[in-house]
């Protein structure tokens, strides 16, 4: 029969898309009453950062009201945004952490 693949001749490359897990950017927001150093402490502690790098990025969502802290998988942003809530709940802190697709 004609009109088979492997007879015609436009050689068209098969690029299968590949397929990447959506992301999630992790939000830290500001508030007027959690200390500056209970929020560097929380990027120190669920976030690995250095405590120069905590300082800088706590200073940003001080001056702009949020940040970005982090990208992650769902699941690992849920862990996240979940522990920052309770830790700051258990504090008595009103410390926000949010998580939306990238
Ligand atoms: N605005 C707070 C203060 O002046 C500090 C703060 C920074 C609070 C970042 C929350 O996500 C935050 N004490």
Do not use: W
Request: with cysteine.
């Amino acid at each position: 029969k004609s009109g088979d693949d492997h007879e015609t001749s436009v050689a068209t490359k098969m690029r299968p898309k590949t397929q990447r897990p959506p992301l999630y950017k992790v939000l830290l927001l500001n508030d007027d009453y959690t200390p500056m150093e209970f929020v560097v402490h929380v990027l120190e502690r669920y976030f690995g950062m250095s405590h120069s790098q905590a300082f800088e990025i706590m200073l940003t969502v001080h001056k702009k009201g949020l940040a970005v802290v982090g990208v992650f998988s769902f699941e690992v942003a849920e862990t996240k945004v979940a522990q920052v809530m309770d830790f700051s709940r258990r504090h008595q802190h009103p410390l926000q952490c949010t998580m939306e697709k990238e």
